[in-house]
């Protein structure tokens, strides 16, 4: 069975910085689609960043862009998100999900494995 499992999130201050983890059980690692969503109290879960198997691309909604560093290290069975210039806006559960294939990378239909969430909080 495979096991996802978030770490890092925190409260902040909004311009300050988190760096979130997730190590997945998913084999091979090297060939998954890896993704971060996050969910607000009432709102759709939103897929924020991706980076498939495919030349190792990257890629992240409009709501993120600039701000949002995804990163893999296949070693280590890890991705994390590097979180700056963190906005009020930005908080939110934030939710690590895996996938074997490729395409829809910001869709969550893609996804057949998600972590518990880890929560993130940006003040004022």
């Known amino acids: 069975q495979v096991q996802l499992v978030e770490s890092g999130g925190g409260l902040v201050q909004a311009g300050g910085s988190l760096r979130l983890s997730c190590v997945a059980s998913?084999?091979?690692?090297?060939?998954?689609?890896m993704a971060w969503f996050r969910q607000a109290p009432g709102k759709e879960r939103e897929g924020i960043a991706a980076t498939d198997w495919v030349g190792d691309r990257t890629f992240y909604a409009d709501s993120v862009q600039g701000r949002f560093t995804i990163s893999r290290d296949n070693a280590s069975s890890a991705v994390d998100l590097q979180m700056d210039s963190l906005e009020p806006g930005d908080t939110a559960v934030y939710y690590c999900?895996?996938?074997?294939?490729?395409?829809?990378?910001?869709?969550?239909?893609?996804?057949?494995?998600w972590g518990q969430g880890t929560q993130v909080t940006v003040s004022s």
């Open positions: 998913l084999r091979p690692f090297w060939k998954a689609t």
């Open positions: 999900a895996a996938s074997k294939s490729s395409g829809g990378v910001l869709q969550a239909a893609t996804y057949d494995n």
